[in-house]
């Protein structure tokens, strides 16, 4: 069975920072993209930071500078550092592992992390 599980999100305060965590069960690690969502309220679903297939990362506009997307493949783990919050950045945010493995796509999502920048 596969399980993605979040975990550090919380509320901050704007300019703040916040760790977050993946853990991954139940699959190859190393075999998939790993990538990081995230969905405001009435929005929808985008993303955030992900592994490309070249190795190297991409993130989307509003975060770059500010978040790092990170893996550690000993511990079936990705992180996601976020720095400078700013209030706008509250959403959930999902944790994403996709491969094609002998042409059958594989994707699979966490149950999600509440993330909330707030004074």
């Known amino acids: 069975q596969v399980q993605l599980v979040e975990s550090g999100g919380g509320l901050v305060q704007p300019g703040g920072s916040l760790r977050l965590s993946c853990a991954a069960s139940g699959i190859i690690f190393s075999f998939y993209t790993m990538g990081w969502y995230r969905q405001a309220p009435g929005k929808q679903r985008e993303l955030v930071a992900v592994f490309n297939n070249a190795g190297g990362t991409n993130y989307a506009e509003s975060v770059k500078g500010r978040f790092t997307i990170s893996r550690d493949n000993d511990k079936n783990t990705v992180y996601l550092q976020m720095n400078s919050l700013k209030p706008e950045d509250t959403a959930v945010y999902y944790c994403?592992?996709?491969?094609?493995?002998?042409?059958?796509?594989?994707?699979?999502w966490g149950q999600g992390a509440q993330v909330t920048v707030s004074s």
């Open positions: 994403n592992a996709r491969a094609v493995i002998r042409t059958t796509f594989y994707n699979y």
